[in-house]
């Protein structure tokens, strides 16, 4: 990884152009704010502010939940948005979103503000989250366009700096605003995220798509340092559990942090100067010979020579055939909603929402992903009402992040292994996935002892293991033309799943037992305190409810299995070499006819010329 070659400024200068305007740099920078924005997954750290100072009872604080989620996972205004603007677009929107959402929220707990009705409070958590899927559409759908062939591996590492995003925000924030100060919290996530993404508006675009030899080791050299900037979390997580640490130790904690999210773009510059030194070498090669054969008389049989394919390569021939033929085919985008594609072309928006695959995947996520994301908007709750100190449930959290970033990743990369070597299909980890979720239902449901440790790390994982599943899904089987929406409706089915689980079963049955307490004390509740119960009674029958519909999810996503099967039996990643070989061909064919035009007479049927 040297960086020999380096001789003066113009060349300093030129390598320097190469890394701001290189894809890897892109990647970093969305390896940035995947590390910030996900305060989503951080609820637990500033409900219990949000409850106590605005006196909320259990089901009004998840239904502040559910608008969070409501906000996180309804991105189809990003989506169609990025459809119709370059990404910089959604991303600045994405920042003032999340500015204003956030920065309400902490005039609110703080009170500098009039205490603010419920809805109000429901708007601002909801736009501040809604920001996320701005941030997310910018960076993670450009990534996947760049990178198509490695997407199962990208969307891991991106989903899983997500995951760990929690326990970052948790290493920084005592480091800038000390151990005490627990309101300033939505203070911190509303400015921080913003500025990584205001400083990334030019960064991260649309580039030509070009397959490297070593792509996989790159990202795999981002996966290791990921790893290490993981394991350092949970190691620092678990001493901090043990022993009290004190502004200026956290302030040394967030400066191996900061290292460790920085330490990629060593290999960003590592890569791009090889890049640099490969593109100097070809240039100061001599001019190769090659004869290139063209009939340049007009062909009598040929009245339209614009489309006339003859003298182009194979490849070349393809990608201009099917250029004019989708130029000749025009079909009402109604009429054409129920004869979807082969799975694995390019659906319309339509075609997609109507189709069994986007049905089952949506249901499948609706129950895996509203199980899964009620337990962890709840951690801190279910951590009090059994008993933990405030200490451990910030441990349940940091733990949890820590593991959904284990599941993105590890199923990312294990599910792009199996395909690629097994023909295992995505969906079959899904419905795995499902069904390991219901061990830690069940754990908080029996109240096992010390079993919310065990319920936190699996319930974190199969959470982190269905994000990058679904999202990869979904670009296999309906194609990338339209992914910037179907992404974001594929994300939809949580809330749904959350606002059944979260509000209508959880909060509802806790609620309901915190009165039953209460009557059974001869006491009344009164009005603007907050409603509290305790003991294993109070989660029980709605993790007993929701394991018994995760269990519905798991049949629901075998006939996902079932439809997808032959073609994930298949090549799934034939169609995008092709079309970057013809792409290429394509390129060469006009490169080659323009130095003839320049060398060759007329009357010429062969040439030689230099490239």
């Known amino acids: 990884m040297g960086f020999n070659g380096v001789q003066n400024f113009s060349d300093l200068k030129s390598l320097a152009h190469q890394v701001l305007t290189g894809r890897w740099l892109m990647v ?56 119709l603007t370059p990404p910089w677009v959604v991303l600045f929107v994405g920042g003032l979103l999340n500015f204003f959402g956030y920065f309400m929220i902490w005039l609110s707990v703080t009170q500098k503000i009039p205490k603010p009705q419920v809805w109000q409070l429901c708007l601002y958590i909801a736009i501040g989250a809604n920001s996320h899927t701005f941030i997310n559409t910018g960076a993670l759908v450009t990534c996947v366009k760049n990178f198509p062939n490695s997407r199962g591996v990208l969307l891991g590492l991106l989903q899983g700096y997500i995951g760990i995003s929690a326990a970052v925000i948790s290493q920084l924030y005592p480091a800038f605003y000390g151990l005490n100060d627990t309101k300033s919290f939505t203070l911190f996530v509303s400015w921080l995220p913003t500025v990584l993404c205001f400083s990334s508006l030019r960064t991260i675009r649309i580039m030509k798509v070009t397959q490297h ?56 510059v590592a890569e791009e100067h090889g890049l640099w030194k490969s593109k100097r070498i070809s240039a100061s090669l001599p001019p190769s010979v090659s004869v290139i054969t063209h009939n340049f008389l007009p062909s009598p049989a040929s009245p339209t020579p ?4 003859s003298t182009s390569s194979p490849a070349a021939r393809m990608i201009l055939q099917k250029k004019v033929s989708e130029k000749r085919t025009v079909i009402s985008c109604w009429d054409s909603t129920f004869k979807p594609p082969e799975i694995g072309d390019d659906y319309t928006i339509l075609q997609a929402l109507f189709s069994v695959e986007m049905l089952s995947l949506f249901l499948s996520t609706m129950c895996g992903l509203g199980g899964t994301i009620t337990m962890i908007d709840n951690l801190g709750q279910i951590g009090t009402s059994l008993g933990y100190s405030s200490q451990s449930i910030t441990t349940f959290v940091s733990l949890t992040s820590i593991w959904v970033y284990f599941g993105q990743v590890t199923i990312g990369i294990l599910s792009e292994v199996f395909i690629t070597k097994y023909k295992i299909p995505r969906p079959l980890m899904l419905t795995l996935t499902l069904l390991f979720s219901c061990i830690g239902y069940l754990l908080i449901a029996f109240n096992v002892k010390h079993g919310l440790y065990a319920a936190s790390i699996i319930t974190g994982f199969c959470c982190g293991a269905q994000w990058p599943l679904i999202f990869s899904i979904i670009s296999e089987v309906f194609g990338l033309k339209h992914y910037s929406t179907l992404y974001n409706f594929g994300s939809v089915a949580s809330p749904v799943g959350l606002y059944l689980f979260n509000v209508k079963v959880t909060g509802y049955l806790y609620d309901k037992e915190a009165m039953k307490q209460l009557e059974a004390l001869g006491l009344k509740r009164e009005v603007g305190k907050e409603l509290i119960c ?10 007993i409810i929701i394991t018994a519909v995760s269990l519905f999810g798991t049949l629901v996503s075998l006939v996902l299995v079932w439809r997808t099967r032959k073609f994930y039996k298949s090549d799934i990643y034939s169609k995008f070499r092709e079309d970057q070989e013809a792409m290429k061909a394509a390129e060469n064919d ?14 010429s049927e062969a040439v030689v010329v230099t490239a």
């Open 213 to 268: 030899k070593n792509e996989r080791k790159v990202l795999y050299k981002f996966l290791y340092i990921s790893l290490a900037l993981t394991l350092y979390l949970l190691t620092i997580i678990i001493v901090a559990h043990n022993v009290t640490f004190n502004q200026g130790q956290y302030g040394g904690s967030a400066a191996v942090v900061i290292l460790l999210l920085f330490l990629p773009l060593y290999v960003v």
């Open 28 to 83: 970093f920078a969305s390896f940035l704010m995947m590390a910030t924005a996900g305060a989503s997954y951080m609820f637990a750290l500033y409900s219990n502010d949000i409850k106590s100072v605005l006196g909320y009872d259990q089901t009004t604080l998840n239904l502040i939940s559910f608008f969070k989620d409501v906000g996180a996972n309804i991105g189809i205004l990003s989506g169609l948005i990025n459809e």
């Open 534 to 543: 305790n003991g294993g009674e109070c989660y029980k029958l709605s993790f």
């Open 306 to 309: 614009s489309m006339d394919f």
């Open 590 to 603: 006009r490169a080659a006819a323009a130095a003839t035009n320049k060398v060759g007479p007329p009357s």
